[in-house]
């Protein structure tokens, strides 16, 4: 298992009161359940998927900064050191 840091932004900050979180995990997905599980509580149910299990799929995901929300997230395997980023989405001019 790799220990992955979990980059909390706006919402999830804010409904949490953390920015980091260090988990053990071998997917990206694996991680985020960890995470829902521990915090469920503080999460509104519009960021949360329909079986209260992961997020809701228009949440942006990023590994090392780059997109992966492209519906194949979860299989994605991370390693020691990776930094996955979740926000709200959020857009204006």
Not at 12 to 37: D, W
Request: hydrophobic share 35%; aromatic share 8%; no cysteine.
């Amino acid at each position: 298992m790799a220990e992955v840091e979990l980059k909390l932004l706006n919402i999830f900050a804010l409904r949490t009161n953390k920015n980091n979180l260090f988990y053990e995990g071998q997917t990206i997905r694996e991680v985020i359940r960890k995470f829902v599980k521990e915090y469920k509580n503080l999460l509104d149910d519009n960021l949360l998927d329909k079986k209260k299990k992961g997020l809701n799929p228009q949440m942006l995901v990023l590994l090392n900064g780059r997109n992966v929300n492209n519906g194949k997230s979860s299989k994605i395997k991370v390693k020691d050191g990776d930094k996955i980023y979740i926000s709200y989405p959020i857009s204006g001019g």
